[in-house]
């Protein structure tokens, strides 16, 4: 495939907060390291600022490690099987004697305990490979002390203060209020939880916005990009889950779709919920489509099947009334065009058959896992992808 981004380029990457949904960052992360794309700077929010700073070490293992083994204790002082039954509204699995003890030990606690968080970052975040690292690292947050948003430069912390500060950007208001080098702070997503102002002030001119869209303040909505900016988006067209859903099983899956997502920006890849390479002009799927349209038909829209034979086989009723009703039945973007049209019903096939749209498929690949779909349906043959 071919890349669209430039590899002799240096790009900043943009974090921003959400919880547990942070996984998807690093899945992205995963498509642009293997894709050899250079990253000079982050800049990250909460989940984002943690993220970054395993980012900032290059330790893309240590990441992943962490995501796909990710448990709600690890993050707060609770019991797991507790939270997940909480999660799924399984009270008799809880107990209500055991749901309530736990309310009051949060309240008398005055929020939750994230002993568990601090520790994690401790054993982690390695300060002096961040301090060498040939990437700079800003994270958000706010000090409730001195009542001001902060961007803080994670090289120029003290010794011994980096990991504090990653923990004030993370430091969901839910959390126990705890002082953190003598003051404190909340998460810094309810000031800037998409910093991208953070690296355009700083020169970048390419900038990478990994989105996972936690609560907090959507700061790249009022952020009026320079002319000298450029900004590339890698985001869910799914929800990811709860912010404190803190499960392996929804992280993995959430940094699979991270992963492609992020190829999908790389490659240009097509398609609303597969991830489809179709580099080919528009003529080619025009042709594509109307060689197989006879045959697809009674599955895309079975109230066309009784149509007479000699009406499938016009070009003129599928062009002038087939084609626009079903553009405006799945609402098409206006200007669609055949590659856009012939990518529709790949996808609705595709889905119908439930075939899994967790990779990156070609045009032909598709086409053919359809294809024996079909064929084990005693379908009417497919002529050859």
């Known amino acids: 495939m071919e890349l669209k981004l430039d590899q002799t380029k240096e790009y900043g990457i943009?974090?921003?907060?959400?919880?547990?949904?942070?996984?998807?960052?690093v899945g992205a992360w995963k498509a642009l390291r293997e894709a050899g794309i250079a990253i000079r700077g982050i800049a990250g929010t909460s989940v984002g600022a943690l993220n970054g700073a395993l980012m900032c070490m290059d330790d893309l293992e240590q990441a992943e490690y962490i995501w796909d083994h990710i448990r709600y204790s690890q993050v707060m002082d609770v019991d797991d099987e507790m939270m997940e039954g909480m999660r799924k509204g399984d009270i008799k699995t809880v107990g209500i004697s055991g749901l309530l003890g736990e309310a009051k030990r949060i309240l008398k606690d005055?929020?939750?305990?994230?002993?568990?968080?601090?520790?994690?970052?401790?054993?982690?975040?390695?300060?002096?490979?961040?301090r060498n690292s040939p990437r700079e690292l800003y994270v958000s947050t706010i000090s409730l002390t001195d009542r001001?948003?902060?961007?803080?430069d994670m090289k120029e912390t003290a010794i011994g203060e980096m990991g504090d500060m990653l923990l004030a950007s993370a430091y969901f208001p839910a959390f126990k209020l705890e002082k953190l080098g003598g003051k404190l702070y909340t998460d810094g997503g309810s000031a800037n939880n998409v910093p991208v102002d953070v690296l355009a002030d700083r020169?970048?001119?390419?900038?990478?916005?990994?989105?996972?869209?936690?609560?907090?303040?959507?700061?790249?909505?009022?952020f009026s990009v320079p002319d000298d900016v450029k900004l590339y988006h890698i985001a869910p067209r799914q929800n990811l889950g709860g912010i404190l859903e803190f499960d392996a099983?929804?992280?993995?899956?959430?940094?699979?779709?991270?992963?492609?997502?992020?190829?999908?920006?790389?490659?240009?890849?097509?398609?609303?919920?597969?991830?489809?390479?179709?580099?080919?002009g528009e003529a080619y799927y025009f042709d594509k489509m109307m060689s197989e349209i006879p045959r697809l038909l009674p599955y895309l829209e079975p109230e066309l099947a009784g149509e007479d034979k000699e009406?499938?086989?016009?070009?003129?009723?599928?062009?002038?009334?087939?084609?626009?009703?079903?553009?405006?039945?799945?609402?098409?973007?206006e200007g669609w065009d055949?590659?856009?049209?012939?990518?529709?019903?790949?996808?609705?096939?595709a889905g119908k058959f439930r075939i899994s749209r967790f990779q990156v498929y070609t045009v032909e690949e598709l086409g053919q896992k359809i294809y024996k779909k079909l064929g084990s349906q005693a379908a009417l043959p497919f002529s050859a992808w």
């Open 14 to 25: 943009v974090l921003e907060g959400g919880g547990a949904r942070g996984s998807y960052q």
């Open 110 to 130: 005055r929020g939750l305990d994230v002993t568990p968080l601090r520790n994690l970052i401790q054993e982690v975040v390695d300060e002096e490979k961040i």
């Open 148 to 152: 001001q948003p902060l961007v803080v």
């Open 203 to 222: 020169g970048y001119q390419n900038i990478i916005v990994i989105r996972i869209y936690g609560l907090g303040l959507d700061t790249e909505r009022f």
């Open 249 to 280: 099983k929804k992280a993995k899956k959430n940094r699979k779709l991270g992963y492609l997502d992020g190829q999908r920006l790389l490659y240009g890849l097509a398609g609303k919920r597969y991830y489809l390479y179709a580099p080919e």
């Open 311 to 333: 009406k499938l086989g016009q070009y003129r009723w599928y062009t002038e009334e087939i084609f626009p009703a079903i553009a405006r039945k799945e609402k098409l973007k």
């Open 338 to 349: 055949y590659r856009d049209l012939y990518l529709l019903f790949l996808e609705k096939l």
